[in-house]
Structures are given as structure tokens and as C-alpha cells.
DNA sequence: AGTGAAAGGCGCCGACA
DNA sequence: TGTCGGCGCCTTTCACT
């Protein structure tokens, strides 16, 4: 699955990561290449899938979403009946940013953003009600310390 | 902290969030409004820091960052020096994608993406060779079941 | 606060080396 | 594969309502 890069693609992924309303000048100029090589790589590494899509990240608390948790969830049921139920679940709830299905002995972790914890409690209450769950931690965070959506290129 | 926002200025964030790079026109047409409303409006959420930066989101497994993990800490250090020590280092390593300090017997949460288990080790053994650390759990994701950077408005 | 128009810049695509 | 040049759209601004 790992796509064939080089230097300069690596260098172009960086620079779109950092600020993707840079014009291609000047993409082109910071890499050391030009406009057109520029686009046409930027062009393949879309198709290849390499790049995803383009958005804005917004500021949670200016919009009023102060709390955030991480959820870690135990679950005695393995079948696949009840995994989609849950999966479909974590995908209608816009409040789950993050799920991750884990190794070890506990089977999953959320990243749920909510305006406070009433909004998380409604959340545990839906998810709780919709699947069977055998143990839920919620972690709640205090200060997010770090955040970036840049891989480490 | 919490800027005020109407629900013009949602549906154009939520256009935003989905897709950046939809032109003035667009965004306009589908909040149902016209280009320099639409773009003051914009101005004016970037200024009060409500829109952050623009990027793009690259796909991990394409680039060879195979695993993700979850990494959960006790300290028994709380003095301001350490927690310093402990910020500077997560912040000069870029495997780190997220850190929050939590409230409860956790103290603190991160998620680190790196190419597979080896790289995660070295990010473990350079970890607790700078800041001394009382007890640490890495949960391996085997399967991220949802991502998004969209927040619920 | 929204409409309309005008200008400059930029993405995108050609031909050429 | 990289450079140059042009067409047309899109951002950005301003004057008016």
C-alpha cells in the first residue's frame, strides 16, 4: 500500500500539511522546482490516494466544545453482528472524532468532543443503549498539550 | 472564549470543515448566500481565530506510518519543572500527533504515529531517558474505525 | 449587511525543449 | 522530465444600496 516517494514529493506533502492555501509559485519556489512539476505531482499523489482531503481546522473552544474524552471501552461480544451495529453507531455520532479497535484487553478507544460533560453523558447513554457494553472508562482531558494533523514526513 | 457565531456563519464553517477548497461561489451557493457576505464572514472567523490553519489530510498507511498507538501515563512527578521538561519533549517529537493532560489516576494521554512497533520503541526509550516517568500503557491500534477533524456544528 | 462589478492573481493545460 | 506562455476562473476589493 505504501506509494513510491521522493524527496520532493515528501518536500511538497510538507509544505501542503503545513498551510494548503500557499499558491504553487510559491510551493515550487520553497522546494526548489517549478509550477508545473509541482501540479502534476501534487495531481498524482491525489489520484494515488496519498492525499486526502482539504479542510480548515477550527478552534474547538471558540466554538463552544470544552470538553473533550477518551473513551475505553471493554466488550464481552465478538461476533460480527454486534461489531457493525457498534461501527454504524460511531459513525452516525458526530460527536466521536476518533475510534480506534485496539489489541490487548481493551477492545476500543473513542475520541468523543462535546460542549460539556451533560453532552458526554447523553453520548454514554445513547451508545450504551444501542450496544451491549461490558466496561466503559471515560478519560476526560484537561488541557490538550498538542494537536497536529501533520505526519512526521 | 466562545465567539459568537449565527447559523449562516455554521454553515459556512460546515462547508469549510468538508471541503476547503470549494471556491466563494460555491460555499455561497449552498449556505444560500452570496460571495462577499460569504468572504467577510470568513475574514471576520479567521481574525477572532475561530478558522485555523488550512491543510491537507495525508492518508498514514500510504506513507508507510503502519501503527498508531495510544500511550497512557502516570507520573508521580507534578512539580511545574518536570511538566515542562515533559511539554518541550512531546512537542520536539513529531511522532507525536496528540497530548492532553487528563483528570483522574491517568495523567496523561498521546497518540503517536509511527512507520511500525520498532519506531514506537525508540520513541518510548527516548521518552523515559529524558523525563522520568512512573508507569506507562501503549494501546496498539489494530484498525482506525473512524477519523475526522470535523467538529458537530 | 448584502449586491454587482472590476481587476489582478492563480490554477490548469497546452506546446516546446 | 522541466520550462514557458496563455486562457479563464476565482479571490479580493470597492462603490452603492
Given at each position: 500500500m505504501a506509494a513510491r516517494i521522493d524527496e520532493l514529493d515528501r518536500k511538497i506533502l510538507s509544505e501542503l500539511q503545513a498551510?494548503?492555501?500557499?499558491s504553487l509559485d510559491e510551493i515550487a519556489r520553497k522546494v526548489g522546482s517549478s509550477k508545473t512539476p509541482v501540479w502534476n505531482r501534487i495531481r498524482k499523489l491525489r489520484e494515488a490516494g496519498v492525499i486526502g482531503k482539504q479542510t480548515v481546522l477550527l478552534e474547538p473552544e471558540a466554538l463552544g466544545f470544552d470538553a473533550c474524552f477518551f473513551v475505553l471501552i471493554r466488550t464481552s461480544e465478538h461476533e460480527a453482528g454486534w461489531q457493525e451495529r457498534f461501527l454504524a453507531t460511531l459513525r452516525a455520532?458526530?460527536?466521536?472524532m476518533e475510534a480506534h479497535r485496539l489489541a490487548g484487553d481493551i477492545d476500543y478507544i473513542l475520541k468523543v468532543r462535546v460542549e460539556n460533560a451533560r453532552a458526554y453523558d447523553r453520548f454514554y447513554q445513547a451508545l450504551i443503549a444501542e450496544v451491549k457494553i461490558h466496561n466503559v472508562t471515560a478519560l476526560l482531558s484537561m488541557e490538550e498539550l498538542k494537536f497536529t494533523t501533520g505526519l512526521p514526513l
Open positions: 498551510d494548503a492555501s500557499q455520532r458526530p460527536e466521536v
